[in-house]
């Protein structure tokens, strides 16, 4: 899914021009900004940095050249504010400079974060992060490490190579071992992270599992973060990948997931939060600058939004910045 091109800030003016990229003159900022005002307070609080765009990634699995201009477009559109990081596959870092060339600064001001997912090797990973910061610490910096973690021992192993420059996040299954691997994040105070979906129907866990994730994570006071899957905010079913011919199957919502991480904080029964993962109404949902309602009985504040953002879900993963932004648009919340 390639971007719209929008416009974007004047820091690199003759690098953006030369591929395409409109570059705004000092009106369009002031309308861009003062749009971006209207939005509602608990709206930024809840979805501030949310979105770690992954255009690399299944479905789209774009271009290195068409993800990183998405991403430059997106760093200049109306909905910054809601972008994350830059997701890439750590042995692909020096192909990722070479496609952003001059759209990255310079200056070491307002640099690209990057989130690197680790390959088998994580020595080899761990050493292919630091040696792109040292060389590129002006305009990029890759500061989070996502690793797939399925025993105690390769979270222990990760976490002693670790440098304290880098955040980790620790993909772990909901099976039996769950606990016991949350546990060791909490002890090591390391972060955890949850795959929500894919390219097929049985790639989407259950709500039951993600609660469980959940509240497991909430319980050991560990942050976490989702991937795959979460390109809209209300529970749904639609096609699965951009083909003509895709499977299709239900989609867990952001909002959705948000929530219900908030509510399960704030002690909620089990049934209330399986209740509110599989919520397909956007209308039971009501957003104000105080906060927000689900079926005008159960409140989070904005304060509440804020710790669940701050201890809580840190982002999620997707390989679509668009979609989330019009659904959004769509139900009035942008």
Known sequence: MSASVAPLCKKQPNALESIGIAVPNKHEINATNAASQQTLGSIRVLLDGIIDYAGLFPPSQLSMQEAVINYATYRGSTFSWMLGRFVVQAA????????????????????WQLAVTAGEDINETIKIIRDFNRANSQGAVADVLEVK????SKIENTVAL???????????ATGEALADLVTTLSIKGQRAKLRTGGVTPDAFPSSKQIIRFVRTCMAANVPFKATAGLHHPIRCFKPLTYAANAPRGTMHGF???LMMAGFARESYRVSYLEELMEEEFEEAFNFTELGVDWRDGHSLTTAQLGWLRQKGMQSFGSCSFDEPIADLESMGLL
Not at 162 to 172: K, N
């Open 255 to 257: 909002l959705n997931l």
């Open 162 to 172: 670790l440098p304290d420059e880098i955040t980790a996040y620790f993909e772990v």
């Open 149 to 152: 973690a399925n025993t105690i």
């Open 92 to 111: 692909r870092l020096d192909e990722f400079i070479d496609a952003a060339g001059d759209l990255v600064p310079r200056d070491g001001e307002n640099r």
